[in-house]
């Protein structure tokens, strides 16, 4: 069975730093799409970025580009996402998912999903 286990959220100041970690296991995630999604109170689930454990790159959203770095160490068969000059509106549940689709920014081209894990930037 497939499984994703985020860690790292916590609460942190508007301009400060923070690494949230995504443990994967189950499967051999060779061909995958890794991602990061966030969801703030009332608001839909976006796209933050996404990484290819295949070599294919990474992408961002743009409110994020310039600011957060997703990376993969394939030893530990875990995807992290720092996270540098945050800003209030960062604030939400941030949820780690895999896929298949390289270039995706769309939730449902995610099969697999983590239970996420709370960031709080205070201003």
């Known amino acids: 069975q497939v499984q994703l286990v985020e860690s790292g959220g916590g609460l942190v100041q508007a301009g400060g730093s923070l690494r949230v970690s995504c443990a994967t296991s189950g499967r051999t995630f060779g061909n995958y799409i890794v991602g990061w999604f966030r969801q703030a109170p009332g608001k839909e689930r976006e796209f933050v970025a996404a990484?290819?454990?295949?070599?294919?790159?990474?992408r961002y959203a743009d409110s994020v580009e310039g600011r957060f770095t997703i990376s993969g160490d394939n030893a530990k068969s875990t995807v992290y996402l720092q996270m540098k000059y945050l800003k209030p509106e960062d604030t939400a549940v941030y949820y780690c998912?895999?896929?298949?689709?390289?270039?995706?920014?769309?939730?449902?081209?995610?099969?697999?999903w983590g239970q996420g894990t709370q960031v709080t930037v205070s201003s």
């Open positions: 998912a895999a896929g298949t689709t390289w270039g995706s920014r769309h939730k449902l081209d995610y099969d697999y």
């Open positions: 990484l290819s454990w295949s070599g294919l790159g990474t």
